[in-house]
């Protein structure tokens, strides 16, 4: 008791009634925390509230609020007659002494949970397949960042706040886990004119983003060991989403005509699902023929398969008319279609939309009702006034336009800059543009050392499943205004230089030895 007396004196020492936290708050907190730490094991007894009241020169009713918070919350037992005790109940790694110099003991919940044995298989194929979500700030070269420069904010702004003005109590509830219904209905609409897909306004699911529609479709639609045909190269969120699934992933080379049919049917013709990106292949930037779209739909019909059309930037096209989406084509319900306003407008506003076959829509709500229930009311709120306002329109337009300047601006720098050794995708349609290297040098490598000079681009070497990836960078033009991509233009030609001079410096080092 002596000995508890001591340690809650030292504890409680030096503390101060001063503005923020009231005195009682402070005791409550430091008991707490040398209980939770094992400093304070469980049934040891503490000293009564007078005694410590007059050993630390606090009033009584500070130490007796602070013990009845202590007591409520199952902390402390106290028994008239008998005094106050460290509660037994307190799980074990609560109870377990702190040892000296030792970091406070973590639950073992949280311990656990860093390593993988704990997990469940599917936790495991998780784990390793997450994507690494890095906030990430917009360097020249990222790709799919768009203008965040010529963003609408304060008109974005506004309808927020009129809406939250307006609206706030009723958009404050619980809403539909399909979506918030005016902005299904303007989806469809804008879709139907825009992109040809052919839908009411029930089939339209509103998700956080289409990353969300790849993890929802596939586990609804996937059993373990299922097996998917994927671009080759591809994107990593869908790769994840459905490894994280337990498909088993068939990579289907993309040529100049998109997804290759034929080695697709060759290579797994029972597939259960097609990962496709047809409007502008990602990352090669490869729009898909009318012939293959409809092989692709015929294949799926045939083998009462899914196809995924993830149609992420198709607004962003340069010449000519954009070619429908795959969708509008489909007669027998097999295509799910994912769009996003996440790139058209700004990343972090988590707005993006699916478009179920009918037999499927009922399905997809309850699987994204499970997943998080539905995405902020006022956010969709307002985005429904931003598109029946004509902001919406008028913002493709000037971006369309601005892309449109950025991209020939990167292709004119990297003519001027860095020349024959890269060799440029097409560049007609989207975001970014894929290249190719020309030299011997890893894109690893240069993508490392870019990143250290502040550019933002991907190798397209990551995007491969199988053994021979090609090498090459993806370079984002949209979010960085023309003086930052001439600039970056520049920093990448030097960083290719140094990444050769470092490469022949080593192979030269190799064959002295
Ligand atoms: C091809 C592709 N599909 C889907 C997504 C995910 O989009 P969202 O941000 O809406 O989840 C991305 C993101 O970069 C993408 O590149």
Redesign the pocket.
Known sequence: MKQATGALLSLLNGLADTAGTPLYRQVYARIRGAILDGTFRSAQRLPSTRTLATDLGMSRITVETAFTQLQAEGFLVRRVGAGSFVAGVLPDYIRSPRRPGSRRSMPPVIARRQGEAALSARGRVIARTALAPEPCDPRPFI??MPALDAFPHDTWARLLARRARRHGAALSCYGSAAGYRPLREAVASYLSSARGVRCTWEQVVI????????ELSSRLLLDPGDVVWHEEPG?L??RAAFLAAGARITPVPVDGQGLDIRVGLTAAPGARLAYV?PSHQ?PLGITMSLTRRLELLAWAERQDAWIIE?D??SEFHYRGRPIAAVQGLDTSGRVIY?G????VLF?SL?L?YLVAPVDLVENVVAARALSDGHPPLLSQAALTDFIGEGHFGSHLRQMRALYQERRDVLLDALSTFVGSRLRLGPADTGMHVATWLTGACSDEAIVALGATRGLGMRTLSCHYIGQSPSRGLVLGFSGSPPDQLRRAARTLAEVLDAADGSRRRQTRGAARQ
Do not use: M, V
Not at 207 to 214: E, I, N
Not at 340 to 343: G, L
């Open positions: 790709p799919c998700l956080t983003g289409a990353q969300q529609g790849l994107y969120g869908a990106t990602y993830d992420y930037d994912l996003s306003f996440n790139k990343p988590r993006a």
